[in-house]
Protein backbone atom coordinates (compact mmCIF):
# COMPACT_ATOMS: atom_id res chain seq x y z
CA UNK A 1 0.00 0.00 0.00
CA UNK A 2 1.57 3.05 -0.94
CA UNK A 3 1.76 6.51 1.41
CA UNK A 4 -1.02 7.87 -0.41
CA UNK A 5 -3.58 5.02 0.16
CA UNK A 6 -2.00 4.58 4.20
CA UNK A 7 -2.86 8.48 4.62
CA UNK A 8 -6.40 7.98 2.91
CA UNK A 9 -7.65 5.73 4.95
CA UNK A 10 -6.89 7.13 7.84
CA UNK A 11 -9.88 8.06 10.10
CA UNK A 12 -10.72 11.58 9.64
CA UNK A 13 -8.99 11.71 6.14
CA UNK A 14 -10.59 13.52 3.64
CA UNK A 15 -11.41 10.90 0.52
CA UNK A 16 -10.98 13.17 -2.28
CA UNK A 17 -7.57 13.15 -3.46
CA UNK A 18 -5.16 16.48 -3.79
CA UNK A 19 -3.27 17.39 -7.21
CA UNK A 20 -1.58 14.65 -8.42
CA UNK A 21 2.44 15.27 -7.38
CA UNK A 22 4.96 14.22 -10.08
CA UNK A 23 7.60 12.12 -8.71
CA UNK A 24 10.89 13.47 -8.78
CA UNK A 25 13.11 11.53 -11.62
CA UNK A 26 16.21 10.29 -9.91
CA UNK A 27 18.16 7.96 -12.27
CA UNK A 28 20.87 10.22 -14.15
CA UNK A 29 21.33 12.96 -11.98
CA UNK A 30 23.66 15.27 -12.70
CA UNK A 31 27.18 14.06 -12.13
CA UNK A 32 29.18 16.75 -9.88
CA UNK A 33 32.81 17.77 -10.64
CA UNK A 34 33.19 18.07 -6.99
CA UNK A 35 31.22 15.42 -5.39
CA UNK A 36 33.08 11.98 -4.05
CA UNK A 37 34.31 9.26 -6.38
CA UNK A 38 31.90 6.66 -5.42
CA UNK A 39 29.00 8.85 -5.88
CA UNK A 40 30.60 9.75 -9.42
CA UNK A 41 31.00 6.23 -10.54
CA UNK A 42 27.84 5.67 -9.71
CA UNK A 43 26.51 8.54 -11.60
CA UNK A 44 24.56 9.77 -8.94
CA UNK A 45 24.34 13.04 -6.74
CA UNK A 46 26.24 13.64 -4.38
CA UNK A 47 25.82 15.69 -0.92
CA UNK A 48 29.60 16.00 -0.48
CA UNK A 49 29.65 15.10 3.25
CA UNK A 50 33.10 14.85 4.69
CA UNK A 51 34.59 12.35 5.59
CA UNK A 52 31.99 10.30 4.14
CA UNK A 53 29.17 11.73 2.14
CA UNK A 54 25.46 11.10 2.98
CA UNK A 55 24.47 9.12 0.17
CA UNK A 56 27.01 6.16 0.73
CA UNK A 57 26.47 6.32 4.36
CA UNK A 58 22.75 5.33 4.02
CA UNK A 59 23.65 2.99 1.67
CA UNK A 60 26.42 1.19 3.24
CA UNK A 61 28.26 1.70 0.34
CA UNK A 62 32.52 2.65 0.96
CA UNK A 63 32.92 6.36 0.41
CA UNK A 64 36.12 6.96 -1.70
CA UNK A 65 36.76 10.14 -0.54
CA UNK A 66 36.97 13.20 -2.82
CA UNK A 67 39.92 12.81 -4.62
CA UNK A 68 41.10 12.41 -8.23
CA UNK A 69 39.22 10.04 -10.40
CA UNK A 70 41.86 10.05 -13.05
CA UNK A 71 44.18 7.05 -11.64
CA UNK A 72 43.23 4.91 -14.57
CA UNK A 73 42.04 5.41 -18.22
CA UNK A 74 38.51 5.71 -19.43
CA UNK A 75 37.37 3.92 -22.12
CA UNK A 76 35.79 5.43 -25.03
CA UNK A 77 32.74 3.78 -24.05
CA UNK A 78 32.25 4.91 -20.63
CA UNK A 79 29.07 6.43 -20.02
CA UNK A 80 30.47 9.34 -18.02
CA UNK A 81 31.61 10.61 -21.24
CA UNK A 82 29.62 13.49 -22.14
CA UNK A 83 28.05 14.66 -25.41
CA UNK A 84 29.86 17.67 -26.93
CA UNK A 85 27.61 19.81 -28.73
CA UNK A 86 29.05 20.96 -31.70
CA UNK A 87 29.44 25.12 -32.17
CA UNK A 88 27.59 26.61 -34.80
CA UNK A 89 29.31 27.12 -38.27
CA UNK A 90 30.27 30.61 -39.54
CA UNK A 91 31.14 31.52 -42.45
CA UNK A 92 33.70 34.21 -42.52
CA UNK A 93 35.55 35.94 -45.73
CA UNK A 94 38.87 36.40 -45.86
CA UNK A 95 40.92 39.76 -46.32
CA UNK A 96 42.37 40.73 -49.26
CA UNK A 97 45.65 39.53 -50.74
CA UNK A 98 48.95 39.17 -48.29
CA UNK A 99 51.76 37.58 -48.57
CA UNK A 100 54.17 37.57 -45.80
CA UNK A 101 57.15 35.46 -45.30
CA UNK A 102 58.41 34.00 -42.22
CA UNK A 103 62.12 33.37 -41.85
CA UNK A 104 63.56 30.58 -39.90
CA UNK A 105 63.28 29.91 -36.28
CA UNK A 106 65.77 28.25 -34.48
CA UNK A 107 66.49 29.00 -30.59
CA UNK A 108 68.49 26.97 -28.49
CA UNK A 109 66.13 25.62 -25.21
CA UNK A 110 66.48 23.52 -22.45
CA UNK A 111 63.40 22.28 -22.25
CA UNK A 112 62.88 18.81 -20.89
CA UNK A 113 60.21 18.24 -23.40
CA UNK A 114 61.88 19.34 -26.37
CA UNK A 115 61.96 17.19 -29.54
CA UNK A 116 63.45 18.90 -32.34
CA UNK A 117 66.96 17.32 -32.25
CA UNK A 118 67.66 13.69 -33.00
CA UNK A 119 70.47 13.93 -30.14
CA UNK A 120 68.59 12.82 -26.71
CA UNK A 121 70.00 14.00 -23.72
CA UNK A 122 69.39 13.85 -19.94
CA UNK A 123 68.03 17.11 -18.24
CA UNK A 124 65.92 18.23 -15.34
CA UNK A 125 62.31 18.89 -15.68
CA UNK A 126 62.57 21.86 -14.11
CA UNK A 127 64.92 24.65 -12.98
CA UNK A 128 64.47 23.57 -9.58
CA UNK A 129 64.40 19.77 -10.55
CA UNK A 130 67.82 18.81 -10.13
CA UNK A 131 67.29 16.20 -7.57
CA UNK A 132 63.98 15.04 -9.01
CA UNK A 133 63.09 12.30 -11.71
CA UNK A 134 65.15 13.16 -14.95
CA UNK A 135 62.95 12.70 -18.55
CA UNK A 136 65.65 11.95 -21.09
CA UNK A 137 64.46 15.38 -24.05
CA UNK A 138 65.94 16.76 -26.61
CA UNK A 139 67.53 19.79 -26.32
CA UNK A 140 66.30 22.45 -28.58
CA UNK A 141 62.88 23.52 -30.29
CA UNK A 142 62.79 24.86 -33.39
CA UNK A 143 60.15 25.43 -35.66
CA UNK A 144 61.15 25.55 -39.43
CA UNK A 145 59.38 27.76 -41.42
CA UNK A 146 61.45 27.29 -44.64
CA UNK A 147 61.32 24.68 -46.59
CA UNK A 148 64.38 22.78 -48.62
CA UNK A 149 64.56 24.81 -51.59
CA UNK A 150 65.56 27.77 -48.58
CA UNK A 151 61.84 29.27 -49.98
CA UNK A 152 59.44 30.27 -46.42
CA UNK A 153 56.82 27.64 -46.19
CA UNK A 154 54.35 29.67 -45.42
CA UNK A 155 53.75 32.43 -47.57
CA UNK A 156 49.99 32.97 -48.67
CA UNK A 157 47.94 34.83 -50.57
CA UNK A 158 44.53 35.09 -50.16
CA UNK A 159 41.65 35.20 -52.66
CA UNK A 160 39.17 37.46 -52.00
CA UNK A 161 35.91 34.78 -52.77
CA UNK A 162 37.77 32.22 -50.68
CA UNK A 163 36.35 31.35 -47.09
CA UNK A 164 36.72 29.36 -44.31
CA UNK A 165 34.35 26.89 -42.81
CA UNK A 166 34.40 26.07 -39.39
CA UNK A 167 35.26 22.09 -39.50
CA UNK A 168 31.68 19.79 -38.09
CA UNK A 169 33.58 18.00 -34.53
CA UNK A 170 33.23 14.17 -35.18
CA UNK A 171 30.45 12.74 -32.84
CA UNK A 172 32.07 9.35 -32.31
CA UNK A 173 34.72 8.79 -29.87
CA UNK A 174 35.47 5.11 -31.13
CA UNK A 175 38.34 6.85 -33.37
CA UNK A 176 39.99 7.43 -30.17
CA UNK A 177 42.41 5.61 -28.00
CA UNK A 178 41.73 4.69 -24.30
CA UNK A 179 44.49 7.29 -23.56
CA UNK A 180 43.24 9.94 -25.71
CA UNK A 181 39.85 9.18 -24.10
CA UNK A 182 40.84 9.67 -20.52
CA UNK A 183 43.31 13.02 -21.00
CA UNK A 184 39.98 14.32 -23.19
CA UNK A 185 38.08 13.48 -20.12
CA UNK A 186 39.73 15.47 -17.89
CA UNK A 187 40.50 18.15 -19.46
CA UNK A 188 36.56 18.25 -20.11
CA UNK A 189 36.02 17.90 -16.55
CA UNK A 190 38.58 19.63 -14.59
CA UNK A 191 41.40 21.10 -17.15
CA UNK A 192 39.69 23.21 -18.72
CA UNK A 193 37.78 25.37 -15.75
CA UNK A 194 41.17 25.33 -13.86
CA UNK A 195 42.89 26.88 -16.96
CA UNK A 196 40.98 29.72 -17.26
CA UNK A 197 40.54 32.63 -15.65
CA UNK A 198 36.47 32.75 -16.03
CA UNK A 199 34.28 29.72 -15.83
CA UNK A 200 30.86 29.85 -18.33
CA UNK A 201 29.25 27.60 -20.36
CA UNK A 202 31.07 29.46 -23.46
CA UNK A 203 34.46 27.98 -22.12
CA UNK A 204 36.29 27.85 -25.97
CA UNK A 205 38.76 25.77 -24.12
CA UNK A 206 35.41 23.27 -23.95
CA UNK A 207 33.48 24.82 -26.69
CA UNK A 208 36.01 25.50 -29.33
CA UNK A 209 39.04 23.56 -28.41
CA UNK A 210 37.03 19.88 -28.02
CA UNK A 211 35.03 19.76 -31.18
CA UNK A 212 38.03 20.56 -33.17
CA UNK A 213 39.85 18.16 -31.72
CA UNK A 214 37.80 15.25 -32.18
CA UNK A 215 38.48 15.93 -36.25
CA UNK A 216 41.52 17.13 -36.06
CA UNK A 217 44.13 14.37 -34.76
CA UNK A 218 46.78 16.75 -34.45
CA UNK A 219 44.67 19.21 -32.17
CA UNK A 220 43.74 16.36 -30.57
CA UNK A 221 47.64 15.19 -29.32
CA UNK A 222 48.32 18.82 -28.36
CA UNK A 223 45.20 18.71 -26.33
CA UNK A 224 46.12 15.79 -24.25
CA UNK A 225 50.12 16.78 -24.20
CA UNK A 226 48.60 20.05 -21.96
CA UNK A 227 45.78 17.61 -20.18
CA UNK A 228 48.63 15.58 -19.37
CA UNK A 229 51.07 17.56 -17.59
CA UNK A 230 48.16 19.71 -16.10
CA UNK A 231 47.45 16.02 -14.48
CA UNK A 232 50.57 15.27 -13.82
CA UNK A 233 50.66 19.09 -11.62
CA UNK A 234 48.09 17.93 -9.44
CA UNK A 235 48.53 14.22 -8.61
CA UNK A 236 50.92 13.04 -6.44
CA UNK A 237 52.27 10.10 -8.48
CA UNK A 238 53.32 12.09 -11.87
CA UNK A 239 56.05 9.69 -13.45
CA UNK A 240 52.83 8.46 -15.65
CA UNK A 241 51.57 11.67 -17.01
CA UNK A 242 54.80 13.66 -17.31
CA UNK A 243 55.66 10.59 -19.39
CA UNK A 244 52.33 10.44 -21.79
CA UNK A 245 53.01 14.73 -21.62
CA UNK A 246 56.26 14.36 -23.44
CA UNK A 247 55.27 11.83 -25.77
CA UNK A 248 52.19 13.76 -26.77
CA UNK A 249 54.52 16.75 -27.20
CA UNK A 250 56.40 15.22 -29.04
CA UNK A 251 54.19 13.74 -31.49
CA UNK A 252 52.62 17.37 -31.63
CA UNK A 253 55.53 18.93 -32.59
CA UNK A 254 56.22 16.40 -35.13
CA UNK A 255 52.79 16.69 -36.70
CA UNK A 256 53.33 20.79 -37.05
CA UNK A 257 56.69 19.94 -38.68
CA UNK A 258 55.26 17.56 -41.13
CA UNK A 259 52.21 20.22 -41.89
CA UNK A 260 54.62 23.14 -42.21
CA UNK A 261 56.59 21.03 -44.82
CA UNK A 262 53.61 20.43 -46.75
CA UNK A 263 51.44 23.62 -47.14
CA UNK A 264 54.25 25.78 -48.92
CA UNK A 265 51.67 28.07 -50.78
CA UNK A 266 47.99 27.27 -49.01
CA UNK A 267 47.07 28.94 -45.20
CA UNK A 268 47.85 26.26 -42.38
CA UNK A 269 44.90 24.73 -41.30
CA UNK A 270 43.62 26.73 -38.21
CA UNK A 271 43.32 23.62 -36.32
CA UNK A 272 47.56 23.32 -36.14
CA UNK A 273 47.63 26.88 -35.32
CA UNK A 274 45.39 26.19 -32.40
CA UNK A 275 47.67 23.02 -32.04
CA UNK A 276 50.54 25.72 -31.05
CA UNK A 277 48.53 27.56 -28.97
CA UNK A 278 48.17 25.15 -26.76
CA UNK A 279 52.00 24.03 -26.84
CA UNK A 280 52.50 27.65 -25.52
CA UNK A 281 49.86 26.97 -22.60
CA UNK A 282 51.43 23.53 -21.84
CA UNK A 283 54.99 25.29 -21.38
CA UNK A 284 53.33 27.67 -18.98
CA UNK A 285 51.81 24.65 -17.46
CA UNK A 286 55.16 23.21 -17.23
CA UNK A 287 56.45 26.07 -15.73
CA UNK A 288 58.79 26.37 -18.51
CA UNK A 289 60.84 29.81 -18.16
CA UNK A 290 62.10 29.68 -22.02
CA UNK A 291 60.27 27.29 -24.43
CA UNK A 292 56.76 29.00 -24.21
CA UNK A 293 58.11 32.26 -25.77
CA UNK A 294 59.39 29.96 -28.82
CA UNK A 295 55.48 28.92 -29.12
CA UNK A 296 53.94 32.57 -28.84
CA UNK A 297 56.80 33.42 -31.54
CA UNK A 298 55.58 30.47 -33.66
CA UNK A 299 52.12 31.68 -33.42
CA UNK A 300 52.92 35.06 -34.07
CA UNK A 301 54.21 34.26 -37.49
CA UNK A 302 51.63 31.91 -38.17
CA UNK A 303 48.79 34.10 -37.75
CA UNK A 304 50.84 37.12 -39.72
CA UNK A 305 51.53 34.45 -42.70
CA UNK A 306 47.64 33.38 -42.53
CA UNK A 307 46.85 37.03 -42.90
CA UNK A 308 45.88 38.15 -39.81
CA UNK A 309 42.85 37.30 -37.12
CA UNK A 310 40.45 38.35 -39.51
CA UNK A 311 41.10 34.77 -41.49
CA UNK A 312 39.32 33.01 -38.36
CA UNK A 313 36.21 32.61 -37.78
CA UNK A 314 35.13 34.44 -34.75
CA UNK A 315 34.93 32.11 -31.77
CA UNK A 316 38.65 30.89 -32.92
CA UNK A 317 39.87 34.36 -33.67
CA UNK A 318 38.51 35.75 -30.24
CA UNK A 319 40.53 32.64 -28.53
CA UNK A 320 43.68 33.19 -30.34
CA UNK A 321 43.79 36.80 -29.81
CA UNK A 322 42.80 36.70 -26.41
CA UNK A 323 45.16 33.88 -25.44
CA UNK A 324 48.01 35.93 -27.40
CA UNK A 325 47.44 39.24 -25.73
CA UNK A 326 47.38 38.21 -22.88
CA UNK A 327 50.65 36.34 -22.63
CA UNK A 328 52.52 39.06 -24.91
CA UNK A 329 51.61 41.92 -22.76
CA UNK A 330 52.22 39.82 -18.88
CA UNK A 331 55.15 38.60 -20.61
CA UNK A 332 56.65 42.15 -21.09
CA UNK A 333 56.56 42.82 -17.40
CA UNK A 334 59.41 39.92 -16.45
CA UNK A 335 61.29 40.61 -20.04
CA UNK A 336 62.53 43.37 -21.45
CA UNK A 337 62.90 42.18 -24.41
CA UNK A 338 59.72 42.11 -27.16
CA UNK A 339 58.74 38.58 -27.13
CA UNK A 340 56.73 38.52 -30.18
CA UNK A 341 55.70 41.34 -31.84
CA UNK A 342 52.29 42.48 -32.75
CA UNK A 343 49.99 41.25 -35.52
CA UNK A 344 48.73 43.38 -38.25
CA UNK A 345 45.78 44.51 -37.73
CA UNK A 346 45.37 43.04 -33.87
CA UNK A 347 45.00 47.16 -33.03
CA UNK A 348 41.23 47.40 -34.79
CA UNK A 349 40.38 43.62 -33.37
CA UNK A 350 38.53 44.38 -30.17
CA UNK A 351 37.02 41.90 -27.72
CA UNK A 352 32.98 42.00 -27.60
CA UNK A 353 32.86 39.19 -25.02
CA UNK A 354 34.35 38.64 -22.04
CA UNK A 355 37.14 36.71 -22.32
CA UNK A 356 38.39 33.91 -20.37
CA UNK A 357 42.07 35.18 -20.09
CA UNK A 358 41.91 39.14 -19.81
CA UNK A 359 38.93 39.53 -17.59
CA UNK A 360 38.60 43.10 -17.04
CA UNK A 361 41.86 43.71 -16.95
CA UNK A 362 42.18 44.64 -20.45
CA UNK A 363 42.95 48.20 -20.83
CA UNK A 364 45.64 47.53 -17.37
CA UNK A 365 47.56 44.84 -19.05
CA UNK A 366 48.05 46.86 -22.03
CA UNK A 367 50.29 49.11 -19.87
CA UNK A 368 52.41 46.73 -18.74
CA UNK A 369 54.88 47.22 -22.31
CA UNK A 370 54.77 50.85 -21.91
CA UNK A 371 55.98 50.58 -18.41
CA UNK A 372 58.47 48.35 -19.21
CA UNK A 373 59.57 50.67 -21.95
CA UNK A 374 59.79 53.96 -20.04
CA UNK A 375 63.21 53.35 -19.73
CA UNK A 376 63.93 54.14 -23.51
CA UNK A 377 62.37 57.62 -22.74
CA UNK A 378 65.27 58.31 -19.92
CA UNK A 379 66.60 60.69 -22.29
CA UNK A 380 64.09 63.11 -22.85
CA UNK A 381 63.08 64.44 -19.07
CA UNK A 382 60.08 66.06 -20.74
CA UNK A 383 58.55 62.79 -22.74
CA UNK A 384 59.18 60.68 -19.65
CA UNK A 385 57.10 62.40 -17.68
CA UNK A 386 54.81 62.89 -20.28
CA UNK A 387 54.38 59.19 -20.11
CA UNK A 388 54.43 58.82 -16.88
CA UNK A 389 51.45 61.46 -16.02
CA UNK A 390 49.70 59.52 -19.13
CA UNK A 391 49.77 56.05 -17.14
CA UNK A 392 49.36 57.33 -13.65
CA UNK A 393 45.69 58.63 -15.51
CA UNK A 394 44.70 55.36 -17.09
CA UNK A 395 45.48 53.86 -14.28
CA UNK A 396 43.46 56.34 -11.64
CA UNK A 397 40.65 56.94 -13.78
CA UNK A 398 40.22 52.93 -14.82
CA UNK A 399 37.06 50.95 -13.68
CA UNK A 400 35.71 47.40 -14.82
CA UNK A 401 33.16 49.36 -16.78
CA UNK A 402 35.29 51.31 -18.72
CA UNK A 403 34.97 48.77 -21.94
CA UNK A 404 31.63 47.04 -21.85
CA UNK A 405 31.97 43.57 -22.49
CA UNK A 406 29.40 40.73 -23.77
CA UNK A 407 29.14 38.45 -20.24
CA UNK A 408 29.32 34.73 -21.85
CA UNK A 409 26.46 32.33 -21.45
CA UNK A 410 26.37 30.83 -17.62
CA UNK A 411 28.51 33.55 -16.08
CA UNK A 412 27.27 33.88 -13.00
CA UNK A 413 27.44 37.29 -10.41
CA UNK A 414 29.88 35.91 -7.88
CA UNK A 415 32.35 35.03 -10.95
CA UNK A 416 32.22 38.32 -12.08
CA UNK A 417 32.56 39.65 -8.61
CA UNK A 418 35.74 37.97 -8.64
CA UNK A 419 36.95 39.28 -11.90
CA UNK A 420 36.34 42.61 -10.43
CA UNK A 421 38.31 41.84 -7.28
CA UNK A 422 41.24 40.40 -9.51
CA UNK A 423 41.45 43.39 -11.62
CA UNK A 424 41.54 45.84 -8.80
CA UNK A 425 44.51 43.79 -7.72
CA UNK A 426 45.74 43.94 -11.36
CA UNK A 427 46.07 47.84 -10.48
CA UNK A 428 47.69 47.19 -7.53
CA UNK A 429 50.16 45.48 -9.38
CA UNK A 430 50.64 47.93 -12.28
CA UNK A 431 51.24 50.71 -10.21
CA UNK A 432 53.86 48.69 -8.20
CA UNK A 433 55.22 47.90 -11.73
CA UNK A 434 55.32 51.33 -12.24
CA UNK A 435 57.24 52.19 -9.70
CA UNK A 436 60.06 49.28 -9.69
CA UNK A 437 60.46 50.17 -12.79
CA UNK A 438 61.20 53.88 -12.24
CA UNK A 439 63.13 53.12 -8.98
CA UNK A 440 65.94 50.54 -11.34
CA UNK A 441 65.90 53.15 -13.95
CA UNK A 442 67.21 55.78 -11.22
CA UNK A 443 69.65 53.99 -9.74
CA UNK A 444 72.47 56.31 -8.83
CA UNK A 445 70.38 59.16 -9.89
CA UNK A 446 68.36 61.59 -8.43
CA UNK A 447 65.52 62.22 -10.60
CA UNK A 448 63.60 59.38 -9.14
CA UNK A 449 61.48 62.24 -6.53
CA UNK A 450 60.96 64.24 -9.48
CA UNK A 451 59.65 60.89 -11.68
CA UNK A 452 57.65 59.39 -8.68
CA UNK A 453 56.22 63.00 -7.86
CA UNK A 454 53.78 62.30 -11.39
CA UNK A 455 52.43 58.99 -9.63
CA UNK A 456 49.02 59.70 -8.14
CA UNK A 457 49.39 56.46 -5.57
CA UNK A 458 52.32 55.65 -3.79
CA UNK A 459 54.16 52.33 -4.09
CA UNK A 460 53.22 51.83 -0.17
CA UNK A 461 49.75 52.11 -0.38
CA UNK A 462 49.56 50.28 -3.58
CA UNK A 463 51.35 46.83 -1.94
CA UNK A 464 48.98 47.45 1.34
CA UNK A 465 46.27 47.27 -0.83
CA UNK A 466 46.71 44.50 -3.19
CA UNK A 467 47.92 42.65 0.24
CA UNK A 468 44.39 43.28 1.83
CA UNK A 469 42.69 42.52 -0.90
CA UNK A 470 44.47 39.50 -1.24
CA UNK A 471 43.84 38.64 2.51
CA UNK A 472 39.98 39.10 2.24
CA UNK A 473 40.16 36.58 -0.74
CA UNK A 474 38.76 33.05 -0.03
CA UNK A 475 41.45 31.83 -2.84
CA UNK A 476 39.78 28.91 -3.44
CA UNK A 477 39.10 26.78 -6.79
CA UNK A 478 37.15 29.48 -8.57
CA UNK A 479 39.26 29.51 -11.32
CA UNK A 480 39.14 33.70 -11.61
CA UNK A 481 41.40 33.87 -8.94
CA UNK A 482 44.17 31.65 -10.66
CA UNK A 483 45.34 35.34 -13.02
CA UNK A 484 46.63 36.23 -8.83
CA UNK A 485 50.21 35.23 -10.01
CA UNK A 486 51.26 38.35 -11.47
CA UNK A 487 49.87 41.18 -8.38
CA UNK A 488 51.23 38.42 -6.01
CA UNK A 489 54.61 37.78 -7.15
CA UNK A 490 55.32 41.96 -8.14
CA UNK A 491 53.89 42.62 -4.23
CA UNK A 492 55.96 40.24 -2.98
CA UNK A 493 59.36 41.72 -5.01
CA UNK A 494 58.50 45.09 -3.52
CA UNK A 495 57.74 43.77 0.20
CA UNK A 496 60.03 44.02 3.05
CA UNK A 497 57.66 43.26 5.69
CA UNK A 498 58.41 39.85 6.70
CA UNK A 499 54.15 39.37 7.56
CA UNK A 500 53.13 40.32 3.74
CA UNK A 501 55.95 38.13 2.48
CA UNK A 502 54.76 35.20 4.26
CA UNK A 503 51.29 35.95 2.71
CA UNK A 504 52.49 36.53 -0.40
CA UNK A 505 53.90 33.03 -0.58
CA UNK A 506 51.05 31.34 1.55
CA UNK A 507 48.73 32.98 -1.56
CA UNK A 508 50.93 31.83 -4.68
CA UNK A 509 51.01 28.36 -2.98
CA UNK A 510 47.12 28.47 -2.78
CA UNK A 511 47.20 28.75 -6.47
CA UNK A 512 50.07 26.40 -6.89
CA UNK A 513 47.78 23.84 -5.69
CA UNK A 514 44.31 24.80 -6.70
CA UNK A 515 45.13 25.17 -10.53
CA UNK A 516 48.21 23.40 -11.36
CA UNK A 517 50.03 25.59 -13.28
CA UNK A 518 54.34 25.76 -13.13
CA UNK A 519 54.55 28.93 -13.77
CA UNK A 520 54.02 29.52 -10.15
CA UNK A 521 56.24 27.61 -9.12
CA UNK A 522 59.32 29.45 -10.62
CA UNK A 523 57.56 32.82 -9.27
CA UNK A 524 57.92 31.58 -5.42
CA UNK A 525 61.32 30.47 -6.34
CA UNK A 526 62.36 33.54 -7.29
CA UNK A 527 60.72 35.31 -4.51
CA UNK A 528 63.01 32.87 -2.37
CA UNK A 529 66.05 33.87 -4.42
CA UNK A 530 65.52 37.38 -3.80
CA UNK A 531 64.21 37.21 -0.10
CA UNK A 532 67.40 34.84 0.72
CA UNK A 533 70.17 37.46 0.00
CA UNK A 534 70.06 38.87 -3.86
CA UNK A 535 70.58 41.98 -3.10
CA UNK A 536 69.82 43.20 -6.57
CA UNK A 537 66.44 44.53 -8.28
CA UNK A 538 64.44 41.28 -9.07
CA UNK A 539 64.84 42.08 -13.20
CA UNK A 540 68.14 41.93 -12.90
CA UNK A 541 68.11 38.54 -10.95
CA UNK A 542 65.88 37.42 -13.78
CA UNK A 543 68.46 38.63 -16.23
CA UNK A 544 70.98 36.82 -14.21
CA UNK A 545 69.00 33.70 -13.93
CA UNK A 546 68.42 33.91 -18.05
CA UNK A 547 64.86 33.15 -17.42
CA UNK A 548 62.31 34.59 -19.43
CA UNK A 549 59.64 33.79 -16.98
CA UNK A 550 55.81 34.42 -17.39
CA UNK A 551 53.25 35.13 -14.93
CA UNK A 552 50.17 34.74 -17.38
Avoid at 143 to 148: E, I, M, Q, R, T
Avoid at 159 to 173: E, N
Amino acid sequence: MTQLEKKANMPGSSQTPGPTRKRARREGSKWTRSGCLTCKRRRKRCDETKPSCGSCVRLGLNCEGYGSMWAEPLKPSTESFQQVTPSKRRRVSLSPSISVSSPATSVEQSSPMSTLSPDYTTVPTSPSDYGAVEICTPQTETYDFNGNDGIPLIDITHADDVTIVAPKPCRSLTHLSNLETHYLQYHMEQGSRLLANLESDENPLRSLIIPRALSSPLLMKALCAMSAMHLANRSCDNLSAQTTAANYYIRTMSGLRSALSQSPVKALPADSILAVALLCKYEIVRGSVKQWAVHLNALEKLVVSRGGFSTFDRDTAEFLWGLFMYAQNVARVTNGKQIANSIPGAETFSLTKLDIYIGYTEDIIKLCPRIADLHLLSHDPIALGSEIHTIDSLLRNWTHTSTQYVIPKGTTDASLLRLRMVAECFRDAAYIYLHSTLERMSQGFIQQLLWTSFISWTKHDAVRCCLERVESLPLDEHCEYSALTFPLFITGCESEDPAARELVIQSLSKLEMNFGIGNVKRAKELLNILWNGANMHWLDVLEQLKWDLILA
